[in-house]
């Protein structure tokens, strides 16, 4: 009895040991994935925190999502190693220097992408170099080591920072605003569409009109509201542009789009008097306790997931090296403002929202809103017809979420005839959203709400469409008539007849042109005013804030009325009007006047070297289906950049357009825009051409069939 004693002392000794290993493993491991993977997201978010405010993310999931960020990632690879140990001890250790050295590489690879980069084989191979390097002498040095230990304390002190340090702490432990009073009585409902992307040129005919016949939706209310023809935002980008709509005040920086922040807003000026029927994209300003917010209708496990991929998408794209980066999935079609430095696209995340199930969302909120005893405010803000470009203007899809080709779609093109085609891509959605509006609209009339309610139609920024630009919504002195001339129309109760208002209104003048028109006052003070009082009525000059610096943008009246015609002007010369016809929209390119010529009418050669991509959708075309292959794009061999193409269809030129590169990839490329009328059901010929001959005589030379 007394000889066990002793022995199970070194036992106990031997476990106490092996425990305080592992947990020094463990230690280790979650430094060296903290600083790969935790810390990069971390400040990432720190700089755009809209990311987060876009998902409408609860406080809770803000917090777990970021402690299981940085505890289960070596929580997961201690894991692995201790299976390994029930095999051989050994095997444990190599694996644990295999870790090491992974994480490590990870760690430099994401420090060299963000001091600049290095070429793609080099990058792997010095952060592999380096990842071995730093397991070596963790294997071999004991200070290493001890210093690992020393920073056992980073994993913790990066996750508090994250979260309790402004302005992810206003997201992780929010506020929420209640309902105010308001002064007045109002039994009007009030119905709101914020549209995105949305230029007021993007609408105009050659009259000075809404163009009726590519965009009858608009141009209804043009025929039965208040149109306020000079309009504009007082931002270019969502997370600011969209609260100064809600709440009637300029943003300021550090402001985030949640309800914290924007307490006197549309939603709880109207809390007391209205039922609300709100649908954000991407903000959260409405507070829980007055709205239902959709987004958070998935599980926890989904949100999570859901999380993860999109922040798992955009450590990719800061780890990578730029041949594999080009190859991911685009973030940067998407909203936001993810500001990252090199390797990281300027945008965050969105995917959800904004490439799938736009229609829905919009038809949702459309059958919500309904008569009752109390009135109802509904508000919808619709990523339309915002990138990504993916629908007909008859709600029919052309492509799903991502570019068929990475990157065709956020290009800085400075070949003119891809610049022409993503603005054609632009209009052509812009169609769907008039069909959106349209279906409200007839919705509104047969519940017999139509007439009673206030109705308010804007839109938060516009996009720019100029040869060698990337940014197409970074407002500047070159084209801001671009992007902050935007549309807005007032319908008020019982109004029928449309008028044309010349005052140049702001976006923070929505809401108080709102309580103007319902003849009440919010009992707060807001820096808009209401587009028809005397302040507004006289101003003569625009000012916009610019993106981050808030410094003010200055024009007259008299530069922006010839910037705003400038830009009108040449969407006609390339697009013309509606009553050109539906296909007018598709001449564009090198040679529109071949449009719908029969390919026998000319001389044929035959090549080689086009490969399209996708090319079985052609053999399986059905009319009645939600999709239509009209997006034709594909990879040349032989053939550089700057050639003329044409597509032709069953026999008959579709579109014409030019070879080109991306500044991502040196293969040269083709894609271009087909009507939907081209197609015909079940089995389809596509064809690539190069043009060649003159003007007079053009030859096609036959490059590939699909």
């Given at each position: 009895?007394?000889?066990?004693?002793?022995?199970?002392?070194?036992?106990?000794?031997?476990?106490?040991?092996?425990?305080?290993?592992?947990?020094?493993?463990?230690?280790?491991?979650?430094?060296?994935?903290?600083?790969?993977?935790?810390?990069?997201?971390?400040?990432?978010?720190?700089?755009?925190?809209?990311?987060?405010?876009?998902?409408?993310?609860?406080?809770?999931?803000?917090?777990?999502?970021?402690?299981?960020?940085?505890?289960?990632?070596?929580?997961?690879?201690?894991?692995?190693?201790?299976?390994?140990?029930?095999?051989?001890?050994?095997?444990?250790?190599?694996?644990?220097?295999?870790?090491?050295?992974?994480?490590?590489?990870?760690?430099?690879?994401?420090?060299?992408?963000?001091?600049?980069?290095?070429?793609?084989?080099?990058?792997?191979?010095?952060?592999?170099?380096?990842?071995?390097?730093?397991?070596?002498?963790?294997?071999?040095?004991?200070?290493?080591?001890?210093?690992?230990?020393?920073?056992?304390?980073?994993?913790?002190?990066?996750?508090?920072?994250?979260?309790f340090t402004a302005p992810v702490s206003?997201?992780?432990?929010?506020?929420?605003?209640?309902?105010?009073?308001?002064?007045?009585?109002?039994?009007?409902?009030?119905?709101?569409?914020?549209?995105?992307?949305?230029?007021?040129?993007?609408?105009?005919?050659?009259?000075?009109?809404?163009?009726?016949?590519?965009?009858?939706a608009f141009a209804e209310l043009e025929?039965?509201?208040?149109?306020?023809?000079?309009?504009?935002?007082?931002?270019?980008?969502?997370?600011?542009?969209?609260?100064?709509?809600?709440?009637?005040?300029?943003?300021?920086?550090?402001?985030?789009?949640?309800?914290?922040?924007?307490?006197?807003?549309?939603?709880?000026?109207?809390?007391?008097?209205?039922?609300?029927?709100?649908?954000?994209?991407?903000?959260?300003?409405?507070?829980?306790?007055?709205?239902?917010?959709?987004?958070?209708?998935?599980?926890?496990?989904?949100?999570?997931?859901?999380?993860?991929?999109?922040?798992?998408?955009?450590?990719?794209?800061?780890?990578?090296?730029?041949?594999?980066?080009?190859?991911?999935?685009?973030?940067?079609?998407?909203?936001?403002?993810?500001?990252?430095?090199?390797?990281?696209?300027?945008?965050?995340?969105?995917?959800?929202?904004?490439?799938?199930?736009?229609?829905?969302?919009?038809?949702?909120?459309?059958?919500?809103?309904?008569?009752?005893?109390?009135?109802?405010?509904?508000?919808?803000?619709?990523?339309?017809?915002?990138?990504?470009?993916?629908?007909?203007?008859?709600?029919?899809?052309?492509?799903?979420?991502?570019?068929?080709?990475?990157?065709?779609?956020?290009?800085?093109?400075?070949?003119?005839?891809?610049?022409?085609?993503?603005?054609?891509?632009?209009?052509?959605?812009?169609?769907?959203?008039?069909?959106?509006?349209?279906?409200?609209?007839?919705?509104?009339?047969?519940?017999?709400l139509f007439d009673k309610s206030l109705?308010?139609?804007?839109?938060?920024?516009?996009?720019?469409?100029?040869?060698?630009?990337?940014?197409?919504?970074?407002?500047?002195?070159?084209?801001?008539?671009?992007?902050?001339?935007?549309?807005?129309?007032?319908?008020?109760?019982?109004?029928?007849?449309?008028?044309?208002?010349?005052?140049?209104?702001?976006?923070?003048?929505?809401?108080?042109?709102?309580?103007?028109?319902?003849?009440?006052?919010?009992?707060?003070?807001?820096?808009?005013?209401?587009?028809?009082?005397?302040?507004?009525?006289?101003?003569?000059?625009?000012?916009?804030?610019?993106?981050?610096?808030?410094?003010?943008?200055?024009?007259?009246?008299?530069?922006?009325?010839?910037?705003?015609?400038?830009?009108?002007?040449?969407?006609?010369?390339?697009?013309?009007?509606?009553?050109?016809?539906?296909?007018?929209?598709?001449?564009?390119?090198?040679?529109?006047?071949?449009?719908?010529?029969?390919?026998?009418?000319?001389?044929?050669?035959?090549?080689?070297?086009?490969?399209?991509?996708?090319?079985?959708?052609?053999?399986?075309?059905?009319?009645?289906?939600?999709?239509?292959?009209?997006?034709?794009?594909?990879?040349?061999?032989?053939?550089?950049?700057?050639?003329?193409?044409?597509?032709?269809?069953?026999?008959?030129?579709?579109?014409?357009?030019?070879?080109?590169?991306?500044?991502?990839?040196?293969?040269?490329?083709?894609?271009?825009?087909?009507?939907?009328?081209?197609?015909?059901?079940?089995?389809?010929?596509?064809?690539?051409?190069?043009?060649?001959?003159?003007?007079?005589?053009?030859?096609?030379?036959?490059?590939?069939?699909?």
């Amino acid at each position: 009895m007394t000889a066990t004693v002793p022995a199970a002392r070194p036992v106990a000794a031997w476990r106490s040991a092996a425990v305080r290993a592992t947990l020094w493993d463990y230690l280790h491991l979650a430094v060296l994935s903290s600083f790969a993977l935790a810390q990069p997201l971390f400040a990432l978010l720190h700089k755009s925190p809209e990311f987060l405010a876009a998902r409408g993310a609860l406080g809770f999931d803000i917090v777990s999502f970021a402690i299981v960020l940085v505890v289960l990632p070596p929580a997961l690879l201690l894991a692995v190693e201790l299976i390994a140990g029930l095999i051989d001890r050994r095997a444990r250790r190599a694996l644990h220097l295999a870790f090491v050295a992974a994480l490590a590489a990870l760690v430099a690879a994401g420090a060299i992408n963000r001091s600049g980069g290095i070429a793609g084989g080099v990058l792997i191979v010095s952060s592999a170099a380096i990842g071995i390097a730093a397991a070596v002498a963790y294997a071999r040095i004991a200070v290493v080591k001890s210093f690992m230990n020393i920073l056992s304390a980073a994993p913790v002190l990066f996750l508090a920072l994250f979260l309790f340090t402004a302005p992810v702490s206003g997201l992780a432990f929010p506020s929420q605003p209640g309902a105010r009073s308001i002064a007045g009585a109002v039994r009007a409902p009030i119905v709101v569409v914020l549209f995105d992307e949305l230029p007021l040129s993007s609408l105009m005919d050659d009259h000075g009109h809404v163009d009726a016949v590519r965009f009858p939706a608009f141009a209804e209310l043009e025929r039965t509201s208040t149109w306020f023809r000079n309009a504009y935002a007082v931002y270019d980008s969502t997370e600011h542009a969209q609260p100064s709509i809600m709440d009637g005040d300029y943003p300021a920086a550090g402001e985030l789009p949640i309800a914290s922040d924007h307490p006197a807003s549309v939603f709880t000026l109207f809390g007391k008097t209205h039922r609300m029927n709100v649908s954000e994209e991407a903000t959260a300003l409405c507070p829980r306790g007055l709205c239902k917010d959709a987004r958070l209708a998935e599980s926890y496990g989904e949100r999570m997931k859901s999380m993860a991929s999109d922040l798992g998408l955009v450590w990719l794209h800061m780890v990578s090296p730029a041949g594999l980066e080009a190859k991911l999935p685009s973030v940067s079609d998407n909203w936001g403002n993810f500001a990252g430095g090199a390797g990281v696209p300027n945008t965050a995340n969105v995917q959800a929202n904004l490439t799938a199930a736009r229609k829905g969302r919009f038809d949702d909120w459309v059958r919500a809103i309904t008569p009752g005893a109390r009135p109802q405010l509904s508000l919808k803000h619709t990523l339309l017809p915002h990138v990504p470009w993916q629908f007909l203007p008859d709600a029919k899809l052309y492509k799903g979420g991502n570019d068929p080709i990475p990157g065709l779609s956020n290009e800085s093109y400075k070949d003119a005839t891809q610049v022409e085609s993503l603005y054609q891509r632009h209009l052509l959605q812009l169609g769907f959203a008039d069909r959106e509006l349209g279906e409200l609209l007839r919705h509104l009339k047969r519940e017999r709400l139509f007439d009673k309610s206030l109705i308010v139609v804007t839109a938060d920024h516009g996009v720019a469409f100029n040869v060698g630009e990337r940014d197409r919504r970074t407002i500047t002195r070159e084209n801001a008539e671009q992007i902050a001339s935007i549309p807005l129309f007032v319908k008020a109760p019982g109004q029928s007849d449309g008028t044309v208002n010349g005052a140049y209104a702001e976006t923070v003048d929505i809401v108080p042109t709102i309580f103007d028109v319902l003849n009440v006052r919010p009992l707060v003070r807001m820096d808009g005013r209401s587009a028809f009082s005397p302040e507004v009525q006289r101003r003569r000059s625009i000012r916009i804030l610019q993106r981050r610096t808030f410094r003010p943008l200055r024009f007259t009246a008299a530069e922006w009325e010839r910037g705003k015609a400038a830009a009108v002007q040449r969407k006609l010369r390339l697009f013309g009007v509606g009553r050109d016809g539906p296909l007018r929209l598709f001449r564009i390119g090198p040679h529109p006047e071949l449009l719908s010529r029969p390919v026998r009418s000319f001389a044929v050669e035959q090549s080689e070297g086009a490969r399209f991509v996708d090319a079985k959708a052609y053999g399986r075309v059905d009319p009645r289906s939600q999709t239509v292959p009209s997006w034709v794009t594909g990879y040349l061999e032989g053939v550089p950049a700057g050639r003329d193409l044409a597509v032709a269809v069953n026999g008959r030129i579709a579109a014409t357009t030019t070879s080109f590169q991306l500044a991502t990839a040196k293969q040269t490329l083709f894609a271009a825009m087909v009507p939907e009328s081209s197609f015909g059901a079940g089995r389809n010929v596509v064809e690539l051409f190069e043009l060649g001959g003159t003007a007079s005589k053009v030859t096609l030379t036959r490059l590939g069939t699909a």
